[in-house]
């Protein structure tokens, strides 16, 4: 391992200091923000192994507050390109290890992220704002893609196929594509790294992490425990960055004749531009892009359990997952019962407040920005006839904190059926016909998931068929799985993510021809 060590003289950069135990900082006379677990509390990018600072820094906020947390290093270009320089450097020393040595390190690393799993919980809340127990579920369904990961990087197999004359030998070798550029989102700070990460590391692959500018916090906490479990210096690398930097080390990532993959997790209009800047060098690329997810409702649905699901699959993180309903189709003959039933349920189950108090189940949306978008879809329902059963506005809790609301009487010309909200609202749509759920459902430009409650076997077997998405729920609200692939059609993204198809992403297809046998 201490072979692997990279020549630090040439990137030139300046050695960050451990940080002290958080809150860093404090916005003037406003509240204080939470306190974040000193030992995994860090300001500086990683890269090659080691901790650095750039030029400038940037503020993590806490949404619940809009209290400081810290300081983290601005990363720019030059730091952008350092990191790809290293990964590339380490890529042969890490693809050339046994498999089995792979997985052992990936196994270190999952063990330390259940050791500490409860600090990085509260990181996440801190930068994030999501419940403590939601957060608490994301570290365990992050760590648990490095311990599935761990163990496919021993089952990449290749092929033998027979030849069509006797003096050949036809093999299929898989092998890493090299160093990948990952860059991620905000609504699972934690998950969205280790679902790409485990499977490059696992294939071989070295990686450069973009976190998002929110929450940059939760990338570095896992490099800090990557660190301690001994992934050699270069395989992973992380290039925090504010939202000012995100173009330009977006584009530089993008198009480095040295990064051989990119790998996205966003917006739909994002992704189209780190598209256009891969094409240049014609990098292999996964994107799981922006979702519009359908929920159907059919007169033969168990309407209980549909009204559980639909609380489960609308509200969590406040609305604001790529796999979260934004469009809710209700048959004509139960629509009135369903509609009751949810709302008394979301008065019932749902709690406002700061993601660290007990029995909230509800905390902030990420910024005032995503506060706004769900006040315009609304106030854009209400003025074409919608009508408001439940919530509609912001909650007295903070700026950034919004009531789970719940529309009826919507149409399909309304704003909220036609773009992705990202936040707490739930428009509900009446329909006569199976077959015109299914339009309306098809009828987005994006189809990453899709769900429906039906008690008709016939019925289940065929919208299962028809819904254009990558992910369907046939009687559950929640389906993300470690085993299972993730991803969508149409505009929502390339590629899937876990399961056994997930390392597929990080591996090249060699044909061996062996011949004069």
């Not at 604001?320 to 934004?326: H, K, R």
Request: net charge neutral; proline share 6%.
């Amino acid at each position: 391992m201490a072979s692997w060590r990279l020549p630090w003289t040439r990137l030139r950069l300046r050695a960050a200091p451990h940080l002290l135990p958080a809150p860093l900082r404090r916005s003037g006379s406003g509240p204080a923000p939470p306190r974040l677990p000193g030992a995994l509390a860090r300001s500086g990018g990683f890269v090659g192994g080691r901790w650095v600072q750039a030029a400038a820094a940037f503020p993590v906020l806490d949404p619940a507050s809009g209290a400081e947390l810290g300081r983290v290093a601005d990363c720019g270009v030059a730091e952008a390109r350092a990191a790809v320089r290293a990964a590339w450097e380490a890529g042969p020393g890490w693809s050339a290890a046994p498999a089995k040595e792979r997985s052992v390190l990936l196994r270190k690393w999952y063990s330390l992220m259940m050791e500490n799993k409860d600090d990085l919980a509260k990181i996440i809340t801190a930068e994030n704002g999501k419940p403590l127990k939601e957060a608490e579920g994301e570290i365990l369904y992050s760590a648990s893609f490095l311990e599935w990961f761990a163990e496919e990087a021993r089952r990449i197999y290749g092929d033998i196929i027979p030849p069509s004359v006797k003096d050949r030998r036809i093999l299929v070798l898989k092998q890493p594509v090299g160093v990948a550029a990952i860059i991620t989102p905000w609504n699972f700070p934690s998950a969205m790294i280790t679902r790409k990460v485990g499977a490059a590391l696992a294939a071989g692959c070295t990686v450069v992490v973009k976190p998002a500018e929110d929450t940059p916090l939760s990338a570095l906490a896992l490099a800090e425990l990557a660190n301690q479990a001994g992934i050699p210096a270069g395989v992973f690398n992380v290039v925090p960055c504010s939202q000012q930097q995100t173009p330009a080390v977006g584009e530089a990532l993008c198009t480095d004749p040295l990064v051989a993959k990119i790998s996205f997790t966003g917006s739909t209009a994002t992704g189209k531009i780190l598209l256009h800047h891969a094409a240049g060098t014609v990098k292999r690329v996964s994107m799981e892009l922006g979702g519009h997810a359908p929920f159907i409702v059919f007169d033969s649905a168990d309407v209980d359990r549909a009204v559980a699901g639909a609380l489960a699959s609308k509200y969590r993180n406040s609305g604001q997952t790529c796999v979260c309903t934004n469009r809710f189709l209700v048959q004509k003959k139960i629509h009135d019962a369903f509609v009751e039933k949810f709302a008394k349920a979301i008065e019932r189950e749902l709690r406002v407040g700061n993601g660290f108090d007990e029995g909230t189940t509800q905390g902030p949306l990420i910024n005032e920005k995503a506060v706004g978008k769900v006040e315009r879809h609304i106030s854009d329902a209400v003025s074409q006839g919608a009508s408001i059963v439940t919530g509609g506005k912001r909650h007295s809790f903070g700026k950034n904190f919004f009531e789970p609301t719940l529309l009826s009487n919507v149409t399909t010309n309304m704003l909220c059926t036609q773009e992705e909200t990202f936040g707490p609202l739930a428009p509900v749509i009446k329909f006569d016909t199976e077959a015109e759920a299914v339009a309306i459902a098809n009828s987005a430009n994006v189809g990453l998931a899709g769900y429906f409650y039906s008690q008709d076997p016939a019925q289940i077997w065929r919208v299962a068929e028809q819904l254009e998405v990558g992910i369907v729920g046939v009687n559950e609200g929640i389906m993300s799985s470690v085993e299972c692939p993730f991803g969508g059609v149409k505009q929502s993204g390339l590629g899937r993510e876990g399961s056994k198809y997930g390392i597929d992403e990080y591996l090249e297809i060699k044909y061996v021809c062996f011949g004069g046998l």
